[in-house]
């Protein structure tokens, strides 16, 4: 596609359910990259992927997070149980050697844990 | 580690005018790559501009320019002729250029940016 896509655009979700986001990240571009952005806050790094290499998962907050990356190229994250802490939004990036280490962002996810 | 500071939470410029935009970063790479990411109201991170650790010559884009320290370790942006357009959160992050598996993004905490008409 033109850009990374990311859906849902927004999501409200009852504590305790899981969700799921998708991000599918600019064609070619070998990297996808997860951050959260709480209200007024900066990005929060939540997990890198690369190629085939193992995934960074240094960011993930918790055991109730994770991520996956099919084929190289759309990418889900999934959040168990979700506390009213994990409301934020969630953004999704891209990049490729051939971008020369830029990284294109998509609209994000907001999330609300009610 | 790497980190990256921006001590300045909120500016604001006049219209027309031209405003800087502070960023320090603390590494022991000798190779990386430094950003400026604009995120307006919308939530869409925009990429502004770009430099390379190496090129001592410093990006510039169209109103937009850096000022590179590497010595210093400083990323400053300056926007010329600010427009109301510009306003908007403003991000300087840090990336390696090492192709190590540790290549994610490492954020500054942003600078809010107002235009005054």
């Known amino acids: 596609g033109a850009g990374v896509s990311q859906s849902p655009s927004n999501k409200v979700t009852e504590k305790g359910k899981d969700v799921e986001l998708r991000c599918d990240p600019i064609s070619g571009h070998t990297a996808l990259y997860w951050y959260r952005q709480s209200l007024g806050q900066g990005l929060e790094f939540l997990i890198y992927?690369?190629?085939?290499?193992?995934?960074?998962k240094s960011g993930l907050p918790s055991d109730r997070f994770s991520a996956e990356r099919t084929g190289g190229s759309v990418s889900t994250l999934t959040i168990q149980r979700t506390q009213q802490e994990d409301s934020a939004v969630y953004l999704c990036?891209?990049?490729?050697?051939?971008?020369?280490?830029?990284?294109?962002f998509g609209q994000g996810t907001r999330l609300t844990v009610v | 580690a790497q980190t990256v500071t921006q001590s300045q939470p909120e500016m604001s410029v006049q219209e027309a005018e031209t405003v800087t935009l502070s960023c320090t970063y603390d590494?022991?790479?000798?190779?990386?790559?430094l950003f400026w990411y604009k995120q307006p109201p919308s939530r869409q991170m925009i990429l502004v501009i770009r430099?390379?650790?190496?090129?001592?010559q410093n990006a510039t884009e169209n109103r937009f320019s850096v000022n590179f320290q590497k010595a210093a370790k400083s990323f400053s942006l300056k926007i010329s002729d600010s427009q109301l357009g510009d306003a908007a959160m403003y991000f300087c992050a840090y990336r390696s250029a090492f192709l190590t598996g540790n290549e994610k993004l490492t954020f500054g905490t942003g600078t809010r940016l107002t235009i005054i008409p």
């Open positions: 990036a891209s990049s490729s050697s051939g971008t020369g280490g830029s990284a294109f």
């Open positions: 992927f690369q190629g085939n290499s193992a995934p960074d």
């Open positions: 590494t022991s790479e000798s190779d990386y790559y």
């Open positions: 430099q390379e650790a190496y090129k001592q």
